[in-house]
């Protein structure tokens, strides 16, 4: 289409090249993973990178943009010489290489443009008026790239389908103004076909104006239309480069396959081993999310590899038969035998890091038994012994940790659980990855061995040249089965080119993710505020007076400033134990020390509140689980305020009492206050740090790769939680005149409830001020609602806790509807 | 090697160790300043300890389950078990065997209540104690004054009082269960399920552990624990009364903490918990002894639940850390 445009690859590498990388090398033990790589990237070139699954194209830009270090080699950006020594992905941004991985960097929790900032702040500079700044540089982003796009650049992340989500990451990337080189991995695999188009046109065009880029994709109709030269990898070596002229569709998919081990016709299976009629898997036309029309049938020994190219399906149909085979199954699908996993996320799913070797072997047998049953040392060695040996795993014997074993060896034992517990069918997940040679080589014979015994070997793989050893295959695309082969009559060409088969199968249109007005979080507690409220007026009309509102927020005042504090702690994924008591503390310091000696008072006040921000420091610093800090100085807490004041009493210094709880003409002062701090939280959480820190609730990782300080937002995020704590229990003194160590302690659950209710979650960085102050008042309203009808307050906890349980439950019942 | 194994010993074991040896030098330290160095100081505070061991057990299970799940319905359970058992015996030994059925029935409707809650709702586990807690709260009022519960049938005074050569027999008791939890979880199936759905639900559930019921039979272990704890408690403070449970709360899970279970799931150690309630009291009591006030005695228990926290994290902080390097070094 563009070939006015093109320049040969000549042309293009006589200009001083952007990028010089020689000699890449990176090893991750035992499996090189980038073996001695070169590569010259001119100025305003695109650069397509291809190769088939697990060349070494994702390692080889994780490198460039100095996530994952380099064992041995150069890097000339802009013929300077980049120290590899002290290389890091904010390096990697300095020097104006950007990265769009496929699995994406954005902030689930914020909105559109909340995200461009986070990665822009040096572009959105004003203080006031930034979030107009940052959706303006949001949309402009947007539209450059994709003109007419239809991204509400306020909608919040969640609320976007994959693609438009896609798309985000991409325009952000190219808002970045610094940037000189961007790396491309992907980018089009959720896109539709028109937003395809306009990402090319954008890159063609900005190419000429002399951009750089790299451009890693599976569709190589897309590779040839808009690339200027090809490099293309195999076995983490660069097997062919060139310009785009000298290649072709047929001459790329050959240079992927040529020279792969076992390419060409696969090897024939020296035996065919017999079948086994007692055990299978039958599909017929069965469908899920992600699966689409799938009917097949495997029966005991056979090896049937799935492939194709990863994430079409493969892994949803492994992970439906596991689940059929444990459960009752669905219609579709009849499964005849045991099952068994094997996990190739080691790390994420597959071992047990605390146990050893034995138990980590043992305990899917284990878990197959009698729930109760006795299991003996030697019927846990005997079991375990025969396969151990068999597999040679090498180790101190089995008692030494998992942990202590290499990935291949680590490898061993999960595929050893799935034997001890002699499964018949055995799901295999990409089972080899990273693991060395010989090993594989033993795993090899072994799944032959099994498949020989009468067992069904069901094996996904994402490096093609293990199809060899599979007596079937069946290539998966888009959740469709495109092709079934008996292993004797298919070619790697085939199997690739029908991987590779997807311009037909794109979607014409975004998937419009249904466009019904989504309920902010805190509906449901807003709701439940409203209910009991109009039920409680309903009984006494005297709550709708202002004296009727004012008797009230002196009920709640205190815990809705806890649910405050308690909110920015939730919203970091953690939970602060120690409100209650921190308030009692602050309470009785107010109204015996600080009434007292008032110079001391405001000491141990500084001084307690001081604690805060060090404890977000102390959880930061040494990863130590929030729950069991907090837990630990709610026992602090409340021991220092019974120290200070072992009985009830004391009283509120009178200038508190003026200034937090005074009737005026208007309004209590009380309820002033109270307005302006829930304000004054909700403005700074929608404040440029507000909305850094509600991002590291969500995703750590992305915000200090965005250059932020992790310490500084845990010490913020506690500081601020201590704060609007501290006030509680400045109010409580001004509301009580007095002071009790314990009475604030019913707290500490009723705001983290207040916070749950509101709409918030334990995870993700979910949270709402608004919601929690909903929920704080909720909560309390139900005392005063069961007080009008005349039960007993010997009802109002568990009260509180029926409706806690309804509210969450009904909030379940909506999320699961919004799935369906 | 050696020093390589001794590492990893520690750091599996080493708060409890040094809660022993802690445990240790109190009572030496108490022996000092006051009557001197008896057996009996020990054994006292043994005593009074294996009551929270007893709870501190039960919320053992249901934390070992992982995700960071805490009964906070135990001290409500603890309470109701004393209500129901002294309510239902009146006094008279004939009836402790249907009292006791009774509390273990209770005990499993709210293990069973709980465990719905946190797995067919997806409820947090300390949201649904915690509203569990308050309704079994509200419940006990309810029966507050319908029975008497102030008098102790014999039998339970004397399985509380009763001392087999200077020791009580409760501890022996104690020491029993958390054999028997120990034996629960090392060597069944139950156990292996529950320690391996605690350090990681997802490969749990991918090596056919059957990761619903497992955790049901935790929470219903749990409350019948907590049921059983009440009843025993209240046969020692002659009788049941309101918010009897209430400092169980806290303490059941300082002292799993001190005893080196993880609290965010998947390693347990049933004796550790043990060593954990001595240590809590021999700290108390030692604070007693210097006259120090409740309130410092708190402050104590505060410090010492972090500090412990702060020395084991010192060993496994480096650890994880290199294997966050490595698992994400493996993902690219």
Not at chain 1, 323 to 336: D, E, L, Q, Y
């Amino acid at each position: 289409m563009n070939t006015e445009t093109n320049r040969t690859f000549e042309e293009a590498a006589e200009c001083a090249p952007l990028v010089r990388a020689e000699g890449f090398r990176v090893v991750y033990y035992p499996t090189v993973a980038v073996n001695c790589v070169s590569m010259t990237i001119p100025r305003g070139a695109i650069v397509a990178l291809i190769g088939a699954n697990g060349a070494g194209k994702s390692t080889l830009i994780k490198a460039l943009s100095g996530i994952v270090r380099c064992d041995e080699g150069e890097l000339y950006f802009d013929e300077k010489k980049v120290d590899l020594q002290h290389y890091s992905p904010s390096a990697a941004r300095a020097l104006g290489i950007r990265v769009v991985h496929q699995e994406l960097s954005l902030c689930k929790n914020l909105t559109v443009y909340e995200n461009f900032f986070i990665e822009q702040a040096q572009i959105v500079k004003k203080k006031f008026g930034w979030r107009k700044q940052a959706k303006e540089l949001a949309k402009a982003a947007l539209d450059k790239v994709f003109p007419g796009n239809g991204i509400d650049v306020s909608a919040g992340l969640n609320d976007l389908s994959i693609a438009q989500q896609q798309m985000v990451e991409i325009a952000r990337a190219t808002s970045d103004q610094n940037m000189r080189l961007l790396i491309l991995d992907e980018p089009t695999s959720s896109l539709p076909i028109e937003q395809t188009l306009q990402l090319q046109q954008y890159l063609t065009k900005t190419a000429r104006e002399g951009m750089t880029y790299i451009y890693i994709s599976h569709r190589l109709k897309e590779v040839i239309s808009i690339a200027d030269s090809v490099f293309i990898m195999q076995n983490g070596n660069e097997k062919w480069r060139g310009g785009i002229r000298e290649t072709s569709e047929e001459h790329m998919l050959k240079m992927m396959v040529e020279g792969m081990e076992g390419a060409g016709t696969l090897e024939e299976q020296s035996e065919r081993p017999a079948h086994n009629p007692d055990v299978g898997v039958r599909c017929e036309c069965y469908h899920t999310a992600s699966l689409h029309n799938v009917s097949f049938q495997a029966i005991g020994g056979q090896i049937l590899g799935l492939t194709g190219l990863e994430g079409n399906g493969q892994l949803d149909l492994l992970q439906e038969i596991f689940r059929c085979g444990r459960k009752r199954a669905k219609s579709g699908i009849s499964i005849k035998g045991r099952v068994a996993y094997v996990a190739g996320d080691r790390k994420k799913e597959g071992i047990f890091p605390l146990w050893s070797i034995l138990d980590n072997q043992v305990v899917t047998k284990a878990a197959n038994t009698n729930l109760f049953r006795y299991l003996s040392r030697d019927w846990v060695q005997d079991s375990v012994q025969y396969w151990y040996d068999k597999l040679r795993i090498k180790s101190n014997g089995t008692s030494a940790g998992i942990t202590s074993l290499s990935g291949g060896n680590q490898q061993k034992v999960l595929i050893a659980r799935a034997l001890v517990a002699n499964a018949d069918i055995i799901l295999l997940d990409d089972p080899t990855r990273g693991v060395d040679q010989p090993t594989k080589n033993a795993l090899y014979a072994l799944f032959r061995e099994a498949a020989a015994s009468g067992k069904l070997v069901i094996w996904r793989t994402s490096d093609d040249a293990e199809l060899r050893y599979c007596t079937d295959l069946m290539v998966l695309n888009s959740g469709h089965i495109v092709g079934k082969f008996d292993n004797t009559n298919v070619s790697h060409e085939t199997i690739i080119s029908l991987s590779f088969k997807s311009d037909d199968e794109k979607c014409e249109k975004i998937e419009e993710k249904r466009r019904r007005v989504r309920t902010p979080l805190f509906t449901f507690s807003l709701v439940a505020l409203l209910v009991i409220y109009a039920i409680c007026s309903l009984k006494s009309p005297l709550l709708l007076s202002k004296y009727g509102l004012q008797l009230m927020v002196v009920g709640f005042a205190s815990l809705v400033l806890c649910s405050l504090g308690q909110t920015f702690i939730i919203g970091l994924g953690h939970v602060d134990l120690g409100v209650g008591a921190f308030c009692g503390l602050v309470n009785v310091i107010c109204c015996t020390t600080l009434y007292d000696k008032p110079v001391l008072g405001t000491v141990f006040l500084a001084s307690a509140f001081l604690a805060y921000p060090l404890m977000g420091y102390i959880i930061h610093k040494r990863r130590v689980p929030a729950i069991i800090v907090t837990l630990g100085m709610s026992f602090i807490w409340y021991g220092l305020a019974l120290s200070l004041q072992s009985m009830p009493g004391g009283t509120c210094p009178a200038w508190i009492r003026t200034v937090f709880y005074t009737n005026t003409p208007v309004v209590n002062t009380l309820f002033f206050w109270l307005v302006a701090f829930i304000v004054l939280a909700i403005v700074f959480y929608r404040s440029r740090y507000g909305t850094v820190l509600r991002g590291f609730g969500n995703n750590e990782t992305a915000m200090v790769n965005s250059g932020w300080s992790r310490a500084k937002a845990y010490m913020s995020i506690y500081a601020l939680a201590g704060a609007f704590t501290f006030m509680a229990g400045i109010l409580t003194s001004a509301i009580n005149n007095a002071s009790d160590p314990a009475a604030s302690g019913s707290y500490t659950v009723l705001s983290v409830a207040a916070v749950i209710i509101g709409g918030g979650y334990f995870s993700g960085g979910v949270v709402t001020l608004f919601g929690a102050v909903c929920g704080a008042v909720s909560l309390t309203m139900i005392g005063v609602l069961l007080g009008l009808l005349k039960v007993s307050t010997d009802f109002t906890a568990s009260i509180q806790g029926l409706v806690l349980i309804l509210i969450l439950s009904l909030r379940l019942l909506k999320k699961k509807e919004g799935k369906v | 090697m050696k020093n390589m194994k001794a590492k990893a010993f520690f750091s599996r074991n080493g708060s409890w160790i040094l809660a022993m040896l802690g445990s240790i030098v109190l009572w030496i330290l108490m022996g000092l300043s006051g009557n001197g160095i008896t057996i009996r100081s020990l054994i006292d505070n043994a005593y009074t300890a294996s009551f929270l061991a007893i709870a501190g057990l039960a919320q053992m299970l249901v934390v070992t389950t992982g995700r960071g799940a805490i009964d906070l319905s135990i001290p409500g359970m603890i309470t109701l078990g004393a209500y129901v058992s002294m309510g239902v015996c009146n006094g008279s030994n004939a009836m402790i065997i249907p009292a006791i059925l009774l509390v273990i029935l209770l005990g499993v409707i709210v293990g069973l209540l709980n465990s719905s809650m946190v797995i067919f709702l997806g409820i947090p586990a300390i949201i649904a104690t915690m509203a569990m807690n308050y309704i079994i709260v509200t419940g006990t009022m309810l029966i507050n004054n319908t029975f008497n519960v102030f008098t102790i049938p014999s039998i339970l005074k004397a399985i509380v009082q009763t001392r087999v050569m200077g020791i009580p027999i409760i501890i022996g008791i104690v020491v029993i269960l958390a054999l028997f939890i120990h034996f629960l979880l090392s060597s069944t199936s139950y156990g292996k399920s529950l320690l391996a759905m605690g350090q990681n639900l997802e490969a749990a559930r991918l090596a056919s552990v059957r990761v619903v019921r497992v955790e049901v039979l935790t929470y219903v272990l749990a409350s019948v624990f907590a049921g059983i704890a009440g009843a025993l408690i209240s046969a020692r403070v002659t009788g049941a009364y309101l918010g009897m449970g209430d400092n169980y709360q806290m303490e059941s899970i300082a002292c799993i903490v001190i005893g080196g279970t993880l609290m965010s799931g998947g390693r347990a150690n049933a004796f550790g918990t043990l060593v954990g309630s001595l240590f809590l009291y021999l700290t108390i009591s030692s604070m007693q002894l210097m006259g120090a006030d409740a309130g410092i005695q708190s402050v104590v228990k505060g410090a010492l639940i972090i500090a412990l926290l702060l020395v084991g994290a010192s060993e496994n902080g480096e650890q994880r850390d290199g294997r966050r390097h490595k698992a994400g070094a493996e993902q690219a």
